[in-house]
């Protein structure tokens, strides 16, 4: 048996936004990042739009990139405070995987973060409020999947939490949001949506339900994110929808070691973070490559190559054009081809290797390396991140 979860009610198109003042409450808490929202307007129409639908209005903002843990229970605690019985959180994934924390420690106060991190063990929420959410990003799909990006900075460490539970019950996607993004996020969120979809697709835990979204986000971005990333908004409107789609098919079959590794090296440097969605464009060739020695992967990969279009006349042939196609949108996308290259090479070589039994060992247990469709183990991820490191052949 399987579980296929979405939002109760997705609005989409432009001008979504204004479903807001249709949702029904007293009192809700509006969790947004940095000002972008703000700068743009969204903020203040989104505070106008709940109070249209009779409610108070708090803001919690100011959640940072790669939202800690820290930030997670102080918005809890802002939350117990007011009461509210909605959560809308507008933004990036950051703010809105932040939202989904802070909701748990709100509904239970007394729940621990070492307990959220066991896959599905979340408690039953929605014992005091509902959540819904808005994205200004085309990427992470947060605002339809059952999954939060919570960073232990103390300890280095990115938590992917995983339950049912916090997939929103209103998810609106508005392209005028996305339509304020700058190139470089364009281009690393769309290769995160491509990795979403592209690992969902073959996922030991595709099915029937998720196959078809993942096909079709998989098309939908290797047609529109390049031109979405020159300034093409009627692309960019386009790849607001992919994104969305990618995260249905993969809140619903999960992922695999792409995400794996980029949970595990984004902050794990002290030279900087490495950007999540830039990460998983590094990554996704190599392990392409890795996975396919396993004959059922190989074809799920030939199967998406001859999906969109590209030439091979066996299954080896289409895989390594499926391969050179993303490479290819990463050239075009100025994206590094490995660790090495990253921001003009901030993630230092010796740390890197010093830190790589560690981090290899993290990236096996990550949520997401059980759906993977070739099993790894530690001296393989080893090998596997040096690869990225280095821009090596992987043939092992």
Same mark, same amino acid.
């Given at each position: 048996m399987?579980?296929?979860?979405l /939002?109760r009610?997705?609005y989409?198109g432009?001008g979504?936004l204004?479903?807001l003042k249709?949702l029904?409450?007293?009192?809700?808490?509006?969790?947004v990042?940095? *000002?972008?929202?703000k700068?743009f *307007?969204?903020?203040?129409k +989104?505070?106008?739009?709940?109070?249209?639908?009779?409610m108070?209005?708090?803001l919690f903002?100011?959640v940072?990139?790669?939202p800690?843990v820290?930030t997670?229970?102080?918005?809890?605690a802002?939350?117990r405070e007011?009461?509210?019985?909605?959560?809308v959180?507008i933004?990036? *994934?950051s703010?809105?995987?932040a939202?989904? @924390?802070?909701?748990?420690f709100?509904e239970?106060?007394d729940t621990? =973060?070492?307990? $959220?991190c066991?896959p599905?063990n =979340? /408690?039953?929420l929605?014992?005091?409020?509902?959540?819904? @959410?808005? /994205?200004?990003?085309?990427?992470?799909?947060t605002e339809?999947?059952a999954?939060? +990006?919570?960073?232990?900075?103390?300890k280095g460490?990115k938590y992917?939490?995983?339950d049912?539970?916090i997939?929103?019950?209103?998810?609106i996607v508005?392209?005028?949001?996305?339509?304020?993004m /700058?190139?470089?996020?364009?281009a690393h969120?769309?290769m995160d949506?491509m990795?979403?979809?592209?690992e969902?697709y073959?996922?030991?835990?595709?099915?029937?339900?998720t196959?078809p979204?993942a096909?079709?986000a998989i098309k939908m971005?290797?047609? =529109?994110l390049?031109d979405s990333?020159n300034g093409?908004?009627?692309?960019?409107d386009r790849?607001h929808n992919a994104?969305?789609?990618?995260?249905m098919a993969?809140?619903?079959?999960?992922?695999?070691?792409v995400h794996s590794? @980029?949970h595990?090296?984004g902050?794990a440097y002290s030279?900087g973070?490495i950007v999540?969605?830039?990460?998983n464009a590094?990554?996704?060739?190599?392990?392409?490559k890795?996975?396919?020695? %396993?004959?059922a992967?190989?074809k799920?990969y030939?199967e998406?190559?001859?999906?969109i279009?590209l030439? *091979?006349?066996t299954?080896?042939e289409l895989?390594?054009a499926?391969?050179a196609?993303?490479?290819?949108?990463?050239?075009?996308l100025?994206?590094?081809?490995?660790i090495?290259d990253?921001?003009g090479?901030?993630i230092?070589?010796k740390?890197?290797?010093?830190? $790589?039994?560690?981090?290899?060992?993290?990236a096996?247990?990550?949520?997401?390396?059980g759906s993977?469709?070739?099993?790894?183990t530690? @001296?393989e991820?080893e090998?596997?991140?040096?690869?990225?490191?280095?821009?090596? %052949?992987v043939d092992?």
């Amino acid at each position: 048996m399987a579980r296929f979860t979405l /939002p109760r009610d997705l609005y989409h198109g432009k001008g979504a936004l204004e479903n807001l003042k249709n949702l029904t409450g007293k009192r809700a808490i509006v969790v947004v990042g940095g *000002g972008s929202m703000k700068r743009f *307007g969204f903020l203040d129409k +989104v505070e106008a739009y709940l109070k249209e639908a009779g409610m108070e209005v708090k803001l919690f903002e100011g959640v940072e990139p790669d939202p800690s843990v820290e930030t997670v229970m102080r918005g809890a605690a802002a939350m117990r405070e007011f009461q509210p019985d909605w959560i809308v959180s507008i933004g990036g *994934g950051s703010p809105i995987d932040a939202a989904k @924390a802070m909701w748990a420690f709100y509904e239970y106060p007394d729940t621990t =973060f070492e307990g $959220l991190c066991i896959p599905f063990n =979340f /408690p039953t929420l929605r014992t005091k409020a509902k959540f819904c @959410a808005i /994205p200004s990003t085309s990427g992470t799909a947060t605002e339809v999947t059952a999954f939060s +990006v919570i960073t232990d900075y103390e300890k280095g460490i990115k938590y992917p939490l995983a339950d049912f539970n916090i997939t929103p019950d209103v998810a609106i996607v508005d392209p005028e949001l996305a339509e304020t993004m /700058p190139k470089k996020l364009t281009a690393h969120t769309g290769m995160d949506a491509m990795t979403h979809a592209i690992e969902a697709y073959v996922s030991t835990l595709n099915c029937d339900y998720t196959d078809p979204l993942a096909l079709h986000a998989i098309k939908m971005i290797s047609e =529109f994110l390049i031109d979405s990333y020159n300034g093409n908004m009627e692309a960019r409107d386009r790849m607001h929808n992919a994104q969305c789609l990618a995260g249905m098919a993969f809140s619903n079959a999960l992922l695999g070691i792409v995400h794996s590794m @980029a949970h595990k090296t984004g902050a794990a440097y002290s030279g900087g973070h490495i950007v999540h969605g830039c990460a998983n464009a590094m990554y996704l060739p190599k392990v392409i490559k890795f996975n396919a020695k %396993e004959a059922a992967a190989a074809k799920r990969y030939a199967e998406i190559a001859r999906f969109i279009g590209l030439s *091979g006349s066996t299954t080896e042939e289409l895989v390594d054009a499926l391969i050179a196609h993303i490479k290819g949108m990463n050239k075009q996308l100025d994206i590094p081809s490995c660790i090495r290259d990253y921001e003009g090479g901030i993630i230092d070589e010796k740390e890197f290797l010093e830190k $790589l039994p560690k981090v290899a060992e993290l990236a096996v247990g990550d949520a997401c390396t059980g759906s993977n469709p070739r099993k790894i183990t530690p @001296a393989e991820m080893e090998k596997l991140l040096k690869a990225c490191y280095y821009d090596e %052949e992987v043939d092992f």
